[in-house]
T-cell receptor, first 113, second 111 residues
Framework: AQTIHQWPVAEIKAVGSPLSLGCTIK??????LYWYWQATGGTLQQLFY??????VESVVQLNLSASRPKDDQFILSTEKLLLSHSGFYLC????????????FGPGTRLLVL | QQKVQQSPESLSVPEGGMASLNCTSS?????YFWWYRQHSGEGPKALM?????GDKKEGRFTAHLNKASLHVSLHIRDSQPSDSALYFC???????????FGQGTILKVYL
């Protein structure tokens, strides 16, 4: 069975500090990977997607970057956090693009002060 | 403008009742639709997908799609308190890189 793990579970960070969030998928080879952001009680906004190792496409510009260093790992980062980065970050995977269902991880809660 | 609009914003139904959620898209490129459910503090979980006109039933959940009007609905019969959650409609085009979510409907099932 596939499992998706996100770390850390929660973070409290200062404005201007760096950030790195991680996501690991186990039990599925060469998945498509996605990062989403969600304001409290709000909709989900897709940030990045990756079809293969080393390739990441940006969907929206939010002063964030993403990388896929391994087949089963997806990293979201920034060198300088903004207040607007606060929220819930979710990693998801699917087998293919298009009509395949995306499956979400448990998320990382980020508070920027 | 939000490309996927959900209604109502919130809904309360008694235990055992029927909950009906609606979703309309403004983009005719969207061909694939999903319903997701998110409990507080958790990641969203996929309830069901629907790609063809008509009804699709899975247990207590029935989705209906009308591609001509770009309208999708979700009906939950025999609602349970555990169904209380935030429900999202999501849509994608055939190219599939982007999944667009609606703003969500809060469902509360009361005893």
């Amino acid at each position: 069975a596939q499992t998706i793990h996100q770390w850390p579970v929660a973070e409290i960070k200062a404005v201007g500090s760096p950030l790195s969030l991680g996501c690991t998928i186990k039990g599925k080879s060469s998945p498509n990977l996605y990062w989403y952001w969600q304001a409290t009680g709000g909709t989900l906004q897709q940030l990045f997607y990756s079809i293969t190792v080393g390739q990441v496409e940006s969907v929206v510009q939010l002063n964030l970057s993403a990388s896929r260093p391994k087949d089963d790992q997806f990293i979201l980062s920034t060198e300088k956090l903004l207040l607007s980065h606060s929220g819930f970050y979710l990693c998801a995977w699917s087998l293919h693009l298009g009509q395949d269902t995306q499956y979400f991880g448990p998320g990382t809660r980020l508070l920027v002060l | 403008q939000q490309k996927v609009q959900q209604s109502p914003e919130s809904l309360s139904v008694p235990e055992g009742g029927m909950a009906s959620l609606n979703c309309t898209s403004s983009d005719r490129n969207f061909q694939y639709f999903w319903w997701y459910r998110q409990h507080s503090g958790e990641g969203p979980k996929a309830l069901m997908s629907i790609f063809s006109d008509g009804d699709k039933k899975e247990g207590r959940f029935t989705a209906h799609l009308n591609k001509a009007s770009l309208h999708v609905s979700l009906h939950i019969r025999d609602s349970q308190p555990s169904d209380s959650a935030l429900y999202f409609c999501a849509a994608s085009a055939s190219s599939g890189q982007k999944l667009v979510f609606g703003q969500g409907t809060i469902l509360k099932v009361y005893l």
